[in-house]
């Protein structure tokens, strides 16, 4: 599924990509119309929701047939955009336009997410959350996390 050359492309436009990733909106020709991350069974003292190590699926709606590539930022940091947390990165959206993937954050602090859609070899949009993920320490308990700050 996560194809070579087009991770490759993916990640080769990355650098030129990341003045507009860090405030990516949806565009006026964006097929992405949003992203949802679970919360999962996660629990603990910590105001965070999410906790390193612990996985959360990862739902974005778009054009049926549409290829996209998730990316993990830390703030506002553009060298920390990475797509090794998410299993796999590169998926094509099924027929209802649902794109799903797995995501596990290794890093605590605000995370920004990032869905690029692959409009075709050279041609990329990008469309983020409007609100950073807080990602704090985290126990994975079987399906369950617990979140410490």
């Not at 797995?102 to 469309?127: I, M, N």
Request: aromatic letters at 8%.
């Amino acid at each position: 599924m996560f194809e070579s050359n087009r991770a490759a492309a993916a990640v080769a436009t990355l650098g030129a990509l990341a003045a507009s990733i860090a405030f990516a909106a949806p565009q006026a020709g964006a097929a992405v119309t949003s992203i949802h991350v679970e919360s999962g069974q996660s629990f603990g003292s910590s105001a965070d929701t999410r906790g390193t190590g612990c996985s959360y699926p990862v739902t974005v709606t778009t054009e049926p047939g549409r290829e996209v590539f998730f990316i993990d930022q830390i703030g506002d940091d553009r060298a920390t955009a990475d797509y090794r947390q998410f299993h796999p990165a590169d998926v094509l959206a099924d027929a209802s336009g649902t794109a799903r993937t797995t995501w596990t954050p290794d890093r605590k602090g605000q995370h920004k997410l990032v869905v690029v859609e692959v409009l075709s070899d050279d041609d990329f949009d990008a469309y983020s959350l409007h609100t950073p993920l807080t990602v704090g320490t985290g126990i994975t308990l079987g399906p369950a996390c617990a979140v410490l700050p």
